[in-house]
């Protein structure tokens, strides 16, 4: 195939536009001429090569042509893909994107590096200057600190939170929620552009309120910045019968007081749509709790393990009593008492 475009940008061949994106970024800003002053031939050619790849793997004909027939499909030498037994070569024109352009577009700066169009040409027919590209403060920022990681990156807004309301039956279950977005992005001419996006917000099981899904890059573009990441944080609504307290749930059955001194049997039905049947023989008393384990909420790092349902009981004592009833409760607890 040649040339190895996807090698240079050290992506898989299944790459998404947002790795390919990622690495670009990357590579660019480690071999730009401007920051390898001592080595600024080499880091040209790099630099070409990178752009090229980018150029080529961002670009959805471009890639189908390459993947297909590699670099000579590129040059005009094979038909491109569908194009049938009477088309030539000279079908598909491969129109490069000059690496000043593509920086330019990531980056917001503008650039006097002369000689980048011609992409497959020979490395170090020009070079960067001073005043180019960077500019004498920006390109002072690359000088500021010793050492790879030093270099001073554009500046990234701040994160965009959105709170993503969840019912405890998601978070219980787990679920998928799919979300459309409209943000603005940076097209190819340089120009903000309005797109709509749909993303899957996957909801795993037993995640808690204050969870924060995020996705990188995925606010405004504007020049001079990195975009924002998106941040979704979970908010979980109140139920009408379970609370939950950490990884367990709570319910509160109603009970009168001949129940709460004789036995109940507690009928539910879970978050998953099963019906318990729970036979309670211990006196209720008001503190009492009945708990039953492995009902409660998912363990989202075990999710095959659940936490435990604890029942609370709610006892209706009675508002008044005849002077017959209270002998007869006297009667019984006395005898109770003694016993």
Request: aromatic fraction near 8%; proline fraction near 6%; hydrophobic fraction near 30%.
């Amino acid at each position: 195939m040649g040339v190895d475009y996807y090698k240079i940008l050290d992506v898989d061949r299944n790459a998404k536009d947002d790795d390919l994106k990622k690495a670009y970024r990357k590579l660019a800003m480690k071999w730009h001429p401007d920051k390898n002053p001592n080595n600024k031939k080499d880091a040209e050619a790099k630099f070409k090569q990178i752009s090229e790849a980018y150029d080529i793997l961002s670009d959805p004909q471009k890639r189908a042509v390459y993947d297909q027939y590699g670099e000579e499909g590129l040059k005009g030498q094979v038909p491109p893909p569908g194009g049938g037994s009477d088309s030539s070569s000279a079908n598909f024109q491969f129109n490069p994107r000059s690496a000043d352009d593509i920086f330019s577009e990531f980056f917001g700066f503008s650039s006097s590096f002369g000689g980048m169009g011609d992409m497959g040409g020979r490395a170090g027919a020009s070079s960067f200057s001073r005043g180019g590209m960077f500019g004498d403060d920006i390109f002072s920022q690359f000088r500021s600190g010793a050492g790879e990681g030093s270099a001073h990156m554009p500046r990234k807004s701040a994160p965009i939170e959105i709170i993503l309301q969840c019912s405890l039956e998601d978070l219980y279950k787990g679920t998928s929620k799919k979300m459309k977005i409209s943000r603005d992005v940076i097209d190819a001419n340089g120009k903000p552009t309005k797109v709509e996006e749909i993303l899957t917000i996957e909801i795993k099981p037993g995640w808690k309120k204050g969870t924060k899904i995020t996705f990188p890059a995925k606010g405004n573009e504007q020049r001079g910045h990195i975009p924002a990441d998106l941040v979704f944080i979970i908010d979980e609504k109140p139920h009408s019968v379970f609370k939950r307290d950490g990884n367990d749930l709570v319910f509160t059955q109603k009970v009168s007081l001949v129940e709460a001194l004789t036995g109940y049997t507690v009928q539910l039905t879970t978050l998953d749509g099963r019906n318990l049947t729970i036979p309670v023989n211990s006196i209720i008393s008001p503190s009492y709790e009945e708990v039953v384990k492995g009902e409660g909420m998912p363990i989202p790092k075990e999710p095959s393990k659940k936490g435990n349902l604890r029942i609370k009981f709610n006892i209706k004592f009675p508002s008044r009593l005849t002077s017959e009833q209270k002998n007869g409760i006297k009667r019984l607890l006395t005898s109770y008492s003694s016993t």
